[in-house]
């Protein structure tokens, strides 16, 4: 079998292990501070990482592609400081603030541009929106299988053989080429970049696709394409209500919970 | 242009019956279908349905469609979007609602994309504009950090929602309703994914949807070891289940099924006892259901403490002991 073409989509998100309490909204969009830097999607560094467990047993191509404006490139590198081979960036500000139907349509079209693919790979859900559409959308517009919740993916004869996790299990499924993958958490976390993956990381340069390079027009994509409307995005204000039970010792403090909660007749 | 009329949430059956997330659905459903003054319709497809299609009554359903195949065994989503796409053809919904479980994630996506119609994904709320009679849609997003209200001028308007989200109606068997059988021929040369085979990993023991009470342990347990012994001690105690955040699952101390939050199990116990859990949204997003959350963490600033209604601030290896003491003591008396 000739060498595999994989696909891997990217998105740039503020960083979602900041802690809660630095999540602002303002103008109905999520305002971090300066010093959270952004990341690449966890559930992309998984979809990622799946690509790279192929790409170790049997060799390929990953290109790596991310939709957005202002991607930084330190961010987004990662894709090939890891062991990606080309980084392909849909970089306009027509590409922001989409939605599901937006981002699927815009990557798609890049995708079928591309050529040559015979896995792509996707995060089971973005880790901003975490609306978990956009593979699946791309395998519906390209009219590809798709299989969500991969925790094991595997290439053989042509065919791809994957763990789909289910609730208290997984199957085991066999589907040919090309097909969608949307990954998941369990598959294991995205590897360590080398100091040679770094290196050759910063002297390799990204293509950059503008709308027109796609066909696209403007109102196909990002806000202006959008199928939902967001009317407003707001913090649910929450009163803090803990009681905190102390003691003389911690062990007195433990004590007096369990006197408490009995009190409370929650026990 | 088609007239869209009418709710239509797609059942799932758990062991030949009825779902409990579809009789959550049902409940939303039957508000939403009666502030719009339209019927209520409820797809159930399996191999077998059998009275899941009475319970969909009893539970608000005023018409069941009933699509009962061999090849709907197990979920498929090529096999299901055929009796899907037919049924909405056929009876053209206004609104579709489905679980945020893990068919409804595979299915809903595919339908929305292929109905060229807009989806919002794990809705916590739902309700009709009395105005526009268009569908306001309550998500959670970044992690649960926020909360975005989406609406569409799309039609049919789709939408997944959270177990536990919204509440059920009470069971009522003398509830009228009609059973309608969905002739679908499926296409098997349209299913392209083979199932080799389906694997059971469950943990034995209890399992946390239905556990009155939750012992959850976090990264800050330090490893697999006491999982086994002090949160399993005060589960077995409490007649519990034992469950974790997402780190202990993605180091391999516990198995994946005992991961509560935005991509694991959500819960809504009587109690849930958070040990050592700083309580990032993306938790929270599982456990918030829960009807009374006890916190322990030695990081009086944890985010935990805002879910939490009695906490302790201090290391779980000095508070627990003496608390796993004083209970037995009161639970013997």
Same mark, same amino acid.
């Given at each position: 079998?000739?060498?595999?073409?994989?696909?891997?989509?990217?998105?740039q998100v503020p960083d979602p292990e900041a802690p809660p309490s630095v999540f602002k909204v303002a103008d109905n969009k999520i305002q971090l501070p300066q010093d959270i830097k952004p990341v690449i999607g966890q559930y992309e560094e998984f979809a990622l990482e799946a690509a790279l467990k192929i790409k170790d047993a049997m060799g390929g191509k990953i290109t790596a592609i991310c939709s957005g404006n202002n991607l930084i490139r330190d961010v987004i590198k990662k894709a090939l400081a890891v062991g990606g081979d080309e980084l392909v960036l849909l970089e306009d500000e027509a590409f922001e603030e989409g939605d599901s139907w937006s981002t699927a349509f815009a990557l798609a079209t890049a995708i079928k541009k591309i050529g040559e693919y015979d896995i792509i790979f996707c995060g089971r859900q973005s880790s901003d929106?975490?609306?978990?559409?956009?593979?699946?959308?791309?395998?519906?517009?390209?009219?590809?299988p798709a299989v969500t919740l991969a925790r094991k993916v595997e290439i053989a004869d042509g065919k791809a053989k994957i763990e789909q996790v289910i609730p208290d299990g997984y199957q085991a499924i066999e589907v040919a080429l090309p097909v969608v993958v949307t990954v998941t958490s369990e598959l294991g976390a995205l590897r360590y970049a080398a100091l040679k993956g770094i290196m050759a990381a910063a002297k390799k340069q990204p293509v950059i696709w503008k709308p027109a390079d796609l066909g696209l027009e403007t109102s196909q994509i990002g806000a202006a394409g959008r199928r939902s409307k967001l009317n407003k995005l707001f913090q649910p204000v929450k009163e803090?209500?803990?009681?905190?039970?102390?003691?003389?010792?911690?062990?007195?403090?433990?004590?007096?919970?369990?006197?408490?909660?009995?009190e409370a007749k929650l026990l | 242009m088609a007239e869209y009329k009418g709710v239509l949430i797609c059942g799932e059956l758990t062991n030949g019956k009825l779902a409990s997330i579809s009789t959550e659905l049902l409940g939303c459903g039957r508000k939403l279908a009666d502030d719009l003054k339209e019927d209520l319709s409820c797809l159930l497809a399996s191999d077998t349905i059998g009275e899941a299609s009475k319970e969909a009554i009893a539970f608000g359903a005023d018409k069941v469609y009933v699509a009962e195949?061999?090849?709907?065994? =197990?979920?498929?989503?090529?096999?299901?979007?055929?009796?899907v796409e037919q049924l909405v053809k056929e009876i053209s919904p206004r609104v579709i609602l489905i679980g945020q479980t893990s068919v409804g994630r595979d299915l809903a996506p595919r339908l929305a994309f292929r109905l060229e119609t807009s989806l919002a994904t794990d809705c916590l709320e739902l309700s009709i504009d009395p105005e526009t009679k268009s569908l306001i849609q309550t998500r959670p997003v970044y992690g649960g950090n926020a909360q975005a209200i989406l609406t569409t001028e799309l039609m049919p308007q789709v939408a997944t929602i959270r177990a536990k989200a919204m509440t059920a109606l009470e069971r009522d068997d003398s509830r009228k309703g009609e059973i309608i059988p969905s002739k679908v021929d499926i296409d098997t040369s349209k299913l392209r994914i083979k199932i080799l085979e389906t694997v059971k990993e469950e943990a034995v023991g209890m399992k946390l =949807?239905?556990?009155?009470?939750?012992?959850?342990?976090?990264?800050?347990?330090?490893?697999?070891e006491p999982f086994q012994t002090i949160l399993k =001690?005060?589960?077995?105690?409490?007649h519990g289940a034992v469950g974790s955040s997402r780190p202990p699952a993605d180091n391999g101390w516990l198995p994946e099924a005992s991961h509560i939050g935005l991509t694991g199990k959500i819960v809504g116990p009587e109690l849930y006892i958070a040990i050592?859990?700083?309580?990032?949204s993306q938790h929270i997003a599982g456990c918030s259901g829960s009807k009374h959350i006890i916190a322990i963490n030695k990081d009086s600033d944890a985010n935990i403490f805002k879910e939490a209604e009695f906490g302790v601030v201090g290391k779980y290896e000095e508070v627990l002991p003496a608390f796993i003491g004083k209970l037995k003591e009161l639970l013997a008396g």
């Open positions: 079998m000739p060498d595999i073409n994989m696909i891997v989509c990217c998105k929106w975490d609306a978990g559409q956009v593979g699946l959308g791309i395998a519906d517009i390209l009219g590809l803090a209500k803990c009681e905190m039970i102390e003691g003389e010792t911690l062990a007195e403090a433990g004590t007096n919970l369990a006197i408490k909660l009995r | 195949q061999p090849a709907l065994k =197990e979920y498929q989503a090529d096999a299901y979007m055929q009796v =949807e239905d556990a009155p009470v939750i012992v959850s342990g976090g990264r800050g347990m330090g490893g697999p =001690e005060l589960a077995d105690l409490l050592a859990i700083s309580g990032a």
